[in-house]
Nanobody, 115 residues
Framework: VQLVESGGGLVQPGGSLRLSCAAS????????MSWVRQAPGKGPEWVSS????????YYSDLVKGRFTISRDNAKNTLYLQMNSLKPEDTAVYYC?????????WGQGTQVTVSS
């Protein structure tokens, strides 16, 4: 299993970023995928999940209405569109998959929201 996140960077408050997660080594279209973030000095925080077909999505109350999770099963890629970013969204963002009760993570991509 390999998960490779990209798309992070430095953005001003109110700005937007689109994160991507390229997946390989498993049947991507069969699994729920999630985004989890970790801010400096804090524990991991679940952000959003999407079902295997992409038709059902779930969001943390902290990001609901601002972030949109999606997937392209033909490209084995997970996305997170982040709009109206706030300084408190600053964190390393990871994509995650749970396969047979084992969690797999990518290396993460840093998102910094600052003026």
């Amino acid at each position: 299993v390999q998960l490779v996140e990209s798309g992070g960077g430095l953005v001003q408050p109110g700005g937007s970023l689109r994160l991507s997660c390229a997946a390989s080594g498993f049947t991507f279209e069969s699994y729920v995928m999630s985004w989890v973030r970790q801010a400096p000095g804090k524990g991991p925080e679940w952000v959003s999940s999407i079902d295997s077909g992409g038709g059902v999505t779930y969001y943390s109350d902290l990001v609901k209405g601002r972030f949109t999770i999606s997937r392209d099963n033909a490209k084995n890629t997970l996305y997170l569109q982040m709009n109206s970013l706030k300084p408190e969204d600053t964190a390393v963002y990871y994509c995650n998959v749970n396969i047979l009760s084992r969690h797999y993570w990518g290396q993460g991509t840093q998102v910094t929201v600052s003026s």
